[in-house]
């Protein structure tokens, strides 16, 4: 950590490589567009912190109006949590006894800084083993319902199949029923604005067939979340989500850009990068030390940032760069990861330059408190 902070206002120019960078302007351009749009629409931000598994990022966003942050594991929420992020909500189920355990702690935790914990559920069994778990901790959990709108992994069936959990949570004094989970995540990446509509209209319909099937039964449904970086706008717009939970829009990735743009949604821009090096140059291609052990390819392979290069996989520790210019042995390349979540996943900390990539300086050193939080 000493040879990082060493680098506090130096010249970005002197960042070995590779490494993670934030262009901090960038970035805090995306963190006021969205923070705008939801005050606009009216609508609560809880962006998902899985993506940046910094407490310094998510405390960032909620200074700017988010209400608190979402994380998919316990162990994420406990990163977090440790260093004062007082708001979350474990948008996951967690049905392990032992995990339970570390769910009430968390909750307990935030509860002595003023905050709140909630989950998502979608079984009776993982009602009960929750309440079991939160059984005389003298804390309360929200809850709130996942419903399966089309990402066909976690969730109830929409419609009646919901009324069944939200009778059990409210037989438990120590869990608070707080809304329906809602959330489609391949429609984010559908590349046409008409493909996203009709899938998001399709997930509203769901979402009526489950409030009314509750109301039905005498239950109000106090809130519902979703929505993602790619289709926001649409939830927002609905009438039926009142809080977003888009969480790539502070970065953007690659694949993200790959989306045709909806005019109803603000623009971001590219504001994570892996900085790298060319070690290599032959006719035909240059070589960076780039490869996949610093950038994820689970949605495709990075883009060349600024250049008319390809990359092209060279393996762990190599990228392939191929156009018709190449560029020169020691020459930087900075690239856009395909994936910006698992990308930061795989390094300990990014580094925030301000002023821009080739002639900003480095004013931040940001850690990834979550890194390999799996559990």
Known sequence: MHLLSDLL??????????????????MERNLATMAAFAAKH??????????????TLAKLQMAHGAVGVCVQKTSEAEALAGLGVNNIYISNEVVSPFKLKRVVAVARELDDLGGQLAIAVDSLEGVKRL???????????????????????????????????????????????????????????????AERQQSIAQVISDVKATQAALQAAGHAVPLVTGAGTGTFALEAASGVY????????????????????????????????VKSQVMSVCASHAVIDAGHKCHAIDSGLPAVHGLALEYANGGDEHGILRGAVLPALGDTVWLIPGHCDPTVNLHDHLLGVRGGLGHGTVEQIIRVDGRGALT
């Open 42 to 55: 009216k609508v609560k931000l809880r962006p998902h912190a899985k993506m940046h598994k910094s407490a």
């Open 242 to 273: 009142g809080e977003l939970q888009a969480g790539s829009y502070l970065f953007m990735d690659r694949d993200y850009a790959g989306n045709e743009h909806d005019p109803a949604q603000p623009s971001f821009e590219h504001a994570l990068f």
């Open 9 to 26: 206002g130096r010249p970005a120019t002197e960042i070995d490589t590779p490494a993670l960078v934030v262009d901090l302007d960038a």
């Open 131 to 193: 309440a079991h778990a939160a059984h005389g901790q003298h804390t309360l959990i929200r809850v709130l319902v996942e419903i399966d709108v089309g990402q066909g992994r976690c969730g109830v069936t929409p419609g009646s199949a919901g009324v069944a959990l939200v009778e059990e949570i409210k037989r438990h004094p120590s869990l608070q029923f707080d809304g329906l989970q809602a959330y489609h995540g391949r429609a984010q990446h559908l590349r046409s604005v």
